[in-house]
């Protein structure tokens, strides 16, 4: 029963570039949330999709961040135009409802 | 926005001793999470509390949710090296209950001295 799967786990980009984060659910669950940790910090919201459907970005900054959830593939977080202040541990979680969310390892994102 | 305060920040403590921490709000939540990352690992869901005064169990960890819905605490009983990582609570506020977007704490640190 495999749990929430990410990668890359560690990710590089130089400023400028694009960062693209893929999350495949847990077998099941429907619910894919985003959230973004800094250091010594707890996470914090992003986004939370359904297939197809973006049911809540109020957490994602307005530019640059997009998150989608096709019907067929994983869910991936993309980052345009990288700077350093998007380096971070971004984090997907997946639930069958909205309370248990279940973490995947994460992808340490790193903007030179 | 909705804040939540997890304390304390960090504890030292020696192998066996009982170890305890909370979290509160000036609003109130719905629900309560209290998760533990390893360094380098996504947080892992340790204990789910659904219910104002609910206390619920799993192996030596205790947690309650506050009968104002403010507050939650997390009890680790016999502490044992394995346990070292950082705990963090997490809310559902009520204006969230459809969305599942989860308020964190800051998180508490623990070390334990074998």
């Known amino acids: 029963n495999a749990g929430v799967m990410q990668n890359p786990r560690h990710l590089v980009r130089r400023r400028g570039q694009e960062a693209r984060l893929r999350c495949s659910p847990m077998?099941?669950?429907?619910?894919v949330y985003w959230y973004r940790q800094l250091p010594e910090e707890g996470l914090k919201f992003m986004v939370y999709?359904?297939?197809?459907?973006?049911?809540?970005e109020s957490g994602m900054p307005k530019e640059r961040f997009s998150a989608e959830f096709p019907k067929e593939g994983p869910s991936i977080l993309r980052i345009q135009q990288v700077v350093r202040g998007d380096s971070a541990a971004y984090f997907c979680?997946?639930?069958?409802?909205?309370?248990?969310?279940?973490f995947g390892p994460g992808t340490r994102l790193t903007v030179l | 926005g909705q804040q939540l305060n997890q304390s304390p920040q960090s504890m030292f403590i020696q192998e066996g001793e009982d170890v305890s921490m909370n979290c509160t709000s000036s609003?109130?939540?719905?629900?309560w999470l209290w998760y533990k990352q390893d360094p380098g690992e996504g947080p892992v869901l340790l204990i789910a509390?659904?219910?104002?005064?609910e206390l619920t169990s799993n192996g030596r960890l205790t947690a309650q949710f506050g009968i104002t819905r403010k507050d939650s605490f997390l009890n680790i009983s016999a502490s044992i090296p394995s346990d070292v990582g950082i705990y963090f609570c997490?809310?559902?506020?009520?204006?969230?209950?459809?969305?599942?977007?989860?308020?964190f704490g800051q998180g508490t640190t623990l070390q334990v001295k074998p």
């Open positions: 999709l359904q297939k197809e459907n973006i049911i809540d």
């Open positions: 979680a997946s639930s069958l409802s909205y309370n248990e969310q279940f």
């Open positions: 509390l659904y219910k104002a005064g």
């Open positions: 997490a809310g559902l506020p009520p204006g969230s209950s459809n969305t599942g977007k989860l308020i």
């Open positions: 077998k099941g669950h429907s619910h």
């Open positions: 609003s109130i939540f719905n629900t």
